[in-house]
Structure formats: structure tokens, C-alpha cells
């Protein structure tokens, strides 16, 4: 398994750190992929992460899942990638994507989310056209999973371990890091 995580500058780093953390944790390969044309990324609160590679360099082909972190900023910056949005629009007909906070508005304005349940944060639920908001933690629908924002970071992390790694995985992860519900 292989997840390619999209970081853009003002990404929220909460959102991003902790799903990749997680991800790591189960065994699945997670690459940090930069779309501002360098590795260091400047996150919301400004702090620098070094991505693993370039966007334009990862392998899609070889990936199981897209994860989209938040950020108002952060979120602008992925719409700015045609690469983002291409491999968005593909990955949504035939494997997994995932986007949380202010990322789900991207695939709204997409048309990806038309008729899906999903969540993000309130204050992006105006640009959710076409989706059904659940206002819960996180939702799935069908290879598409949303999550509401920071607070529901960890829920969504475990839900992407559970659909690609299985819910004992889960069970290992949540006891490993004394995770309690």
C-alpha cells in the first residue's frame, strides 16, 4: 500500500503530520509530495516541513491513495496545481482519495463530491456545492473519505488505516499510542 500526501504552503500541519504518522505506523508507504516546486513547505502556523519529493516526481501509478490536508492557504495553493486537481479527478474514478478540513472544498469545486456524503470544516460548508454534509467527524462515501478538521485528525487517519490496512491494524495503532475514544 502507498499513499501520496499533498503539502502546499499554509498547509495545516496537524492534518498532515498525524495522518502521515499514522500511516507510517500501519506499514503503508507515505510520501510527503511538495506542489510548490521545493521540498521545504511552509506550513499554516509556519512551521517547515521537508517533503519527501517534488509532486511532479512521485509515482501515482504505484499509489493506492491522495490525502488532501486543510489550510485556507493550503488549500488555495493545491487548487493552483493542475497536477493536484488531475490526479484528484483520477484517483476519485478508479482508487481512494481523501481530503480533510478546507480540502474537501477542492473536490467539491471539482464535481467529485456531487451527491456524496462528506464533512469538512463549517466555515467551508458554503463551497461544499453538490455534497451532502454530514457534519459528522468523518465521512465516507464509496473511495472517498472527508474529515471535518483538526479535532477529527486522528478518527480520519484511523479510517484510512481501516480501509487500507484492516481494522486490527487500527486496533494495533490506537493501543500502540494510548489512543482512547
Known amino acids: 500500500m502507498t499513499a501520496v500526501v499533498f503539502l502546499a504552503d499554509g498547509f495545516e500541519e496537524c492534518e498532515a503530520l498525524i495522518v502521515v504518522d499514522i500511516l507510517r505506523r500501519a506499514g503503508i508507504e507515505t510520501v510527503m509530495a511538495s506542489v510548490m516546486g521545493q521540498l521545504d513547505v511552509d506550513s499554516s502556523r509556519h512551521i517547515t516541513v521537508r517533503a519527501d519529493r517534488l509532486a511532479e516526481e512521485a509515482d501515482y501509478s504505484g499509489a493506492d491513495i491522495i490525502i488532501l490536508p486543510g489550510g485556507k492557504r493550503g488549500t488555495e495553493n493545491l487548487a493552483a496545481s493542475e497536477l493536484v486537481r488531475s490526479q484528484c479527478l483520477a484517483f476519485a474514478e478508479e482508487k481512494r482519495l481523501a481530503a480533510i478540513c478546507a480540502a474537501p472544498s477542492l473536490l467539491a469545486s471539482l464535481g467529485i463530491l456531487e451527491g456524496k456524503e462528506a464533512t469538512c470544516h463549517p466555515d467551508f460548508a458554503p463551497q461544499m456545492k453538490g455534497a ?30 481501516r480501509h487500507l490496512a484492516g481494522e486490527d491494524k487500527v486496533r494495533q495503532i490506537k493501543e500502540a499510542i494510548c489512543y482512547r475514544e
Do not use: Y
Not at 137 to 159: C, K, M
Open 132 to 161: 451532502v454534509l454530514t457534519g459528522g467527524s468523518v465521512a465516507v462515501s464509496g473511495n472517498i473519505t472527508t474529515g471535518q478538521g483538526l479535532g477529527a485528525a486522528f478518527p480520519f487517519a484511523f479510517e484510512l488505516v
